[in-house]
């Protein structure tokens, strides 16, 4: 089983639509969850970062954790054609010596003008 | 403020060969870590360098190296490359109070 899984899409959506991403994890232990996004040819950007569960609102972005359900959401309102672009979701993996970023294989998402 | 920058931005090369590919991270920071991103794929952790140190190091072979320099700027050495090595290799930096890993935009590297 993968640490993290994520729905690789593609998802399409018209402007103006509210988009879902999605991620599911393994490990209970992990308690910091990250949001990057990536245009084509660039690096990842961090979007969001949330501690433990909960919600965590930025603009038209809102992430959401429900360690219960080991299951993290990304939500996009209103969503503009400049949004189109592949999402990933990260896992801090931290703790000792260890400190690094496990990520789901991201969801290319394309909103249409 | 710059942010983290990655150099070349391409590159070519034989299988066999090898290659080295520079980072300097945002200014600030004095952590690094280094990405494999294959296409279609998330990044994978490669490894992580602080005070010249590899702190940790995720599941990849020896051919994959790397140095700090006093500066904080890295380097990272794959050698007897392979195809499967073709990928965009990213760099991220961080620092005290982390706040988030700060990606460069990565140095895609094609072996042929």
């Known amino acids: 089983q993968k640490e993290v899984e994520q729905d690789p899409g593609p998802l399409s959506v018209p402007e103006g639509a509210i988009v879902s991403l999605n991620c599911t994890y393994s490990?209970?232990?992990?308690?910091?969850f990250m949001w990057y996004r990536q245009y084509s040819r660039k690096g990842p950007e961090l979007l969001m970062y949330?501690?433990?569960?909960g919600n965590k609102e930025d603009g038209r972005f809102t992430a959401q954790v429900d360690k219960s359900s080991k299951y993290i959401s990304l939500f996009i309102r209103d969503s503009q054609p400049s949004d189109s672009a592949t999402y990933l979701c990260a896992i801090l993996d931290y703790g000792g010596a260890t400190n690094k970023l496990i990520f789901g294989t991201g969801t290319l998402l394309a909103v249409q003008p | 403020d710059a942010g983290v920058t990655q150099s070349p931005t391409h590159l070519i090369k034989t299988r066999g060969q090898q290659v080295t590919l520079r980072c300097s991270p945002k200014s600030g920071h004095d952590t690094v870590s280094w990405y494999q991103q294959a296409l279609g794929q998330g990044p994978q952790f490669i490894f992580q360098y602080y005070e010249e140190e590899e702190r940790q190091r995720g599941n990849f072979p020896d051919r994959f190296s790397g140095h700090q320099f006093p500066n904080y700027s890295s380097e990272l050495n794959v050698n007897a490359l392979l195809l499967g090595d073709s990928a965009l290799y990213l760099c991220a930096s961080s620092g005290r109070g982390w706040n988030g890993y700060t990606f460069g935009s990565g140095t895609r590297l094609t072996v042929v």
């Open positions: 490990n209970s232990a992990f308690q910091y």
């Open positions: 949330t501690y433990s569960s």
